[in-house]
C-alpha cells in the first residue's frame, strides 16, 4: 500500500476524520480551489464538468414538464425585498448589502439576491394579468450569495450556483401540485443520476423556507451519519401574490389573487456524491454523472501499436460512453491513482499481452473488480457494466441508509442514539415546536422531515409523552 498511498498524496482516512478526508478530496481531485474571498470557491474544470451535467440532465427534466429558463438581476432594492415581512426576516442575517456605486453612497441600499423571489413577483405583478396568461413557468439557473458564518467547499459558501424555479397558478391545487411534481423530479434524479436514495417528505413549520405556505424536501444521508438536504419545494399559497399584488382575471372577470411555488438545488449536490460514493482513494463517480466515465491507460505506450490500439478502441466506444485515452508520459500507476482519485467509472488497460491475445483488463472504481474482456465484446460489455455500477452505487447507498437508520421510542434512548450512532432517527412527535426545541438543545439533531411513508411507532410523542400526531426523520445535518 506505500507506494499507492504516496501516488495519491495521502488522503486523509475517512475513519480518521471525515471533514479533513472531504477536504482532502475536493482539493485533490481537482473540483475546487480556494479563492483570497473567504468562504468562496473556485470550481475548477473538473468540478465544473460535473455541475454542467447535473445541470443537463435538470434542464432536460425541467423542459420537459413544460419550464422555460428566464434570468433575474442579481441586486434586489431593499425596499422590494421588506414587501414580504416573514421572507425578508427569514433571510436577514445572511445578506449582503451594497450601499456604494463608485465613489457615491446610493440612495437605497441594494442586497445581492439570496434568492430571488422578490424579483419573480415584481415581474409576475406586471406580465400577469389574465386567466390566458396562466401558468407561468419559469426557471433561473444563476449564483446567489449568503453572508454563512462556517463554510466548507460544496456544501456551504458565500455565493453558490442553483437553479431556482419560479411558478405563477390559477388555483391552489395547482400549485400543490407543481409542487409535488418538482420535489418527485428532484428524487427521481437523485436516484437515476446521482444513486443517492432520497426520504421525500414535509419540513415542520420550524424548518419551512421563509414565507412558504408548506416547504417538502429530500433528504439523503451521507456516509458519516449526517444527513444532507438535497432539494427544496415550496407552495407559497397566495402569501407573496398578496404582498406583491399579483392578480389576474379570470373566466368570469373577477379579480383573484394567483398561487405560487419556488423550489431549487445546489451545487451542494456535488458534495453528496463525494460523501455518499467517495473512499479512501478518492472520488466514486456514478456512470450517468461522471464528466469521463472510461479512461483508456496504454501499458507500455512507447512499444510499437500500443496506442494505436488504445486510440481504435476510444474511437469505438465513444459512441455509447465518454471516453480518453490517457497517453501522458507518467508511469501506469499514477495514471491509475489519479483516475481512481477522480472517480472514473471504469479503467481499460491496454498492453503489449492484451492486444496480442486480443483482450483489454477493464476495473470496476466502486469495487476494484478485474474483468478480462475480448476486444470483440467490447462495445456491449462496456455499457452493460456501466448501467451495472450505477445500480450497484444506488444499492450499496440504499443499504448503508437504512442500516443507519434508527428508532427511538423515549428521549433517553434518542440520546443514547444520536451519540453511539450516527444516522437518522425515526421517532414519534406531537407537532409541538417547544418538543422540537427540546429535542435540538439536548440532542443537537433536528427535524429532518415528515416523510410521506408515515410509520406507526407508538401513539406518544418521544419528547413530552403527549399524544403524537407524526412519525418524523430526524439527524445532525450539514
Not at 457615491?104 to 400577469?128: A, D, G, M
Not at 466502486?366 to 470483440?376: A, N, Q, S
Request: glycine residues 6%.
Amino acid at each position: 500500500m506505500g507506494k499507492k498511498e504516496k501516488m495519491v498524496q495521502q488522503i486523509t482516512s475517512m475513519q480518521e476524520d471525515f471533514a479533513q478526508w472531504y477536504t482532502d478530496v475536493v482539493k485533490k481531485a481537482e473540483l475546487i480551489d480556494y479563492s483570497s474571498v473567504r468562504g468562496c470557491m473556485i470550481i475548477r474544470p473538473y468540478g465544473y464538468a460535473i455541475w454542467e451535467n447535473i445541470q443537463k440532465e435538470l434542464d432536460t427534466r425541467f423542459k420537459a414538464t413544460g419550464h422555460e429558463n428566464v434570468y433575474m438581476p442579481m441586486f434586489i432594492p431593499e425596499g422590494l425585498l421588506q414587501k414580504e415581512k416573514d421572507h425578508v426576516e427569514g433571510f436577514a442575517p445572511e445578506v449582503a448589502w451594497v450601499t456604494h456605486g463608485g465613489e457615491e453612497k446610493l440612495t437605497e441600499r441594494l442586497c445581492v439576491r439570496p434568492t430571488s423571489e422578490t424579483l419573480f413577483c415584481e415581474h409576475y405583478s406586471n406580465v400577469i394579468q389574465s386567466y390566458r396568461d396562466l401558468p407561468k413557468l419559469y426557471n433561473q439557473w444563476c449564483s446567489v450569495v449568503r453572508w454563512e458564518k462556517t463554510t466548507r467547499p460544496f456544501l456551504r459558501t458565500l455565493e453558490f450556483l442553483w437553479q431556482e424555479g419560479h411558478t405563477a397558478h390559477a388555483t391552489q391545487e395547482e400549485a400543490q401540485e407543481e409542487t409535488l411534481r418538482m420535489l418527485n423530479v428532484y428524487a427521481e434524479f437523485c436516484e437515476n443520476v446521482l444513486a443517492i436514495p432520497v426520504i421525500k417528505g414535509q419540513k415542520t413549520e420550524k424548518e419551512k423556507f421563509a414565507g412558504a405556505m408548506a416547504t417538502y424536501t429530500i433528504e439523503s444521508l451521507m456516509h458519516d451519519g449526517k444527513a444532507l438536504q438535497s432539494g427544496t419545494s415550496h407552495n407559497f399559497g397566495d402569501g407573496f401574490a398578496r404582498a406583491f399584488d399579483i392578480q389576474y382575471t379570470d373566466q368570469n372577470n373577477e379579480l383573484q389573487y394567483v398561487y405560487q411555488t419556488s423550489w431549487g438545488v445546489t451545487t451542494r449536490l456535488i458534495g453528496a456524491v463525494i460523501m455518499v460514493h467517495g473512499d479512501d482513494s478518492g472520488l466514486v463517480l456514478p456512470p450517468a454523472l461522471a464528466p469521463l466515465q472510461l479512461v483508456i491507460i496504454p501499458i507500455a505506450q512507447h512499444k510499437p501499436g500500443v496506442l494505436d490500439k488504445a486510440y481504435e478502441i476510444k474511437e469505438q466506444l465513444s459512441k455509447s460512453v465518454r471516453v480518453k485515452v490517457d497517453d501522458t508520459d507518467k508511469m501506469p500507476g499514477w495514471k491509475f491513482s489519479e483516475h481512481e482519485m477522480k472517480g472514473v467509472p471504469l479503467r481499460l488497460e491496454i498492453g503489449p499481452k492484451d492486444i496480442e491475445k486480443q483482450q483489454v483488463v477493464l476495473v470496476r472504481r466502486d469495487t476494484g473488480e478485474k474483468l478480462f474482456v475480448p476486444m470483440e465484446e467490447l462495445e456491449e460489455k462496456v455499457p452493460q457494466l456501466m448501467e451495472q455500477i450505477q445500480k450497484d452505487l444506488l444499492e450499496k447507498a440504499r443499504q448503508h441508509r437504512d442500516k443507519h437508520t434508527y428508532i427511538a421510542h423515549t428521549l433517553e434512548e434518542f440520546e443514547k442514539t444520536v451519540v453511539e450512532k450516527p444516522g437518522f432517527i425515526k421517532a414519534m412527535w406531537c407537532g409541538d415546536v417547544d418538543c422540537e426545541n427540546e429535542i435540538k438543545e439536548r440532542t443537537g439533531a433536528t427535524a429532518r422531515c415528515i416523510p410521506f411513508e408515515q410509520e406507526d411507532l407508538g401513539s406518544t410523542c418521544v419528547c413530552c409523552g403527549k399524544p403524537s400526531k407524526h412519525m418524523v426523520y430526524w439527524g445532525k445535518a450539514y
